[in-house]
């Protein structure tokens, strides 16, 4: 029995420092928060920056926790949050009470009169408008205004730059300039980047004053401004240089910003991106035009943007081809926008830091009226058929050049983009003078993406060539037995026959019909603009 009654007491002496614990955390996770039981305290501003005070740190440090301390105790209840402060996003306050973690939710704007804090246990609190002013007008407030974000300096558009020096102000709504230096990090160790060879540099605020000197070698090759800036003769791109940055943005009425800041980093120069671009209607662009780009040097496709002056309502594709080490798209200029009164098209892309601008000229196609056709359901089936065939699996390109004939004859075309009976556009060319079972070729190398029937009940076949074009052929009588779905085929193969003398073809951009003329070789329009390379 007493064996027995030691046992009984030993376990429970091994459960005691557990109980002890757990009494402990929930005390502490009850008990106010108190300076004397506070040693830490993390903010977490409204763009993500977290400070950290630590009472042993630095007098500063210590001075402002009390302040925090006083502002919850300063505070008077109220039932709940207003609606519109509620939605707006708040501080994370995260106290550390020993070992344990408390967070409190910290809503405060420009007006010192709507601030509010949340407990752990979900009471509110109004803050008081002198403690809101206090934290309004300190360095902690910075995300609260709109427009003295940080600067960051970016190395062709992918590399950020950490300074050497910064010193940062910004005004607040007592027209004071507060430093924010403390919440930028900075370094002295000279940091390797990859940078394209045209030094191409970004800042997020621009500065008023950008002094850049560039040295290789130990000689100095540049030193002057950055919008100056020509890559100099003397400049070896198999070896690396060292750059460095001097910038300041000037204190002025319209700005609520001021500061400087130096960089210094070594360069790794690698060649900056180049695209070209070309039109299937050479020098200028219509309705039905396709413009194929080739992009050299990118690192990533994902970074690539590209905008279009007038707009074009279409976001083009990118793809990447490991073996040549380029990239590239094709972006249709679709038939069914209406561009205004406009000459010419400026169409430009970024990437690296780089950008390259085209700017052609525009011709508005006159598109006349065609009757005797029965297609208005096509532009509903295509785009059905587009949405399930999806995107292409890979980068693969099957065309090179001019297309093959898809019939014998070329006689009797109808023209593509025609209004037909003031209804709707023809989205493609009808050979109508082709002999019942005729063969039906392929107009170059690629897969089957889909073989079925319309609503029309017309029988279609369409081939992906690569970059989201295909070639769409409607009207067969047979589809030949060879060929599924998946099915690779080569430029010129026989991919079936014609029903009964009229076999329509299309070509899209993922879904965009464009002019078939442009890709044929045996119309008088047809270029040679699909040799990307």
Known sequence: MRKRLITVLLIMAMFIPSIIAVANYAYLKNTPIEYRSVSKL????????????DKENSAAEKEDLQFFISLNKNAKSVDALPTDIAQTKPFIFTYYNYAVKTDYQYYFSLSSENAYYVNDNGGVYKISPSDATSFICSYYARSLYEGAELPQLTLSDTNPVTPATMNWNFRNVKSQYVNYAPAYTTTKSVNSYDVSSNFAMKFS??????????TQNNEEIYKGDYDALAIPAALDLGKP??????AEWYESVSQVY?????????????????FSMVSSDGDFIEEGSVLAITGKNIKDINEITFSSSPAIDYTPTWFANDETGSVYTLIPISIYEEYGNVSEFTFT?????SSTVVTLPYQKKRFESLKGLSEANYQNDFAEITEQIGAPADSSIFFSGSFANPVSSTAGLKGFGRLVDNSYKHNGVDFTNVGSG????????????????????DTVIVIEHGLGLRSWYVKLASVDSSLAVGSTVSKGDVIGTCLSGNLHCSITVFGVPVSPYKFWAFTSDSTEFLNMK
């Open 241 to 246: 240089a060292i750059v460095e940055i001097n």
């Open 205 to 214: 605020v621009q500065p008023d004053f950008f002094y850049i000197t560039i």
């Open 42 to 53: 993390d903010i977490a501003d409204l763009d993500g920056t977290t400070f950290h005070l």
């Open 438 to 457: 005729d063969n039906i070729y392929a107009g170059a190398g690629g897969t089957v993406a889909y073989i079925g029937d319309l609503s029309s009940g």
């Open 349 to 353: 892309i970024e990437t690296g830091g």
């Open 258 to 274: 001021s500061g400087e800041a130096t960089y210094r980093f070594e360069a790794n120069l690698v060649p900056p991106p180049l």
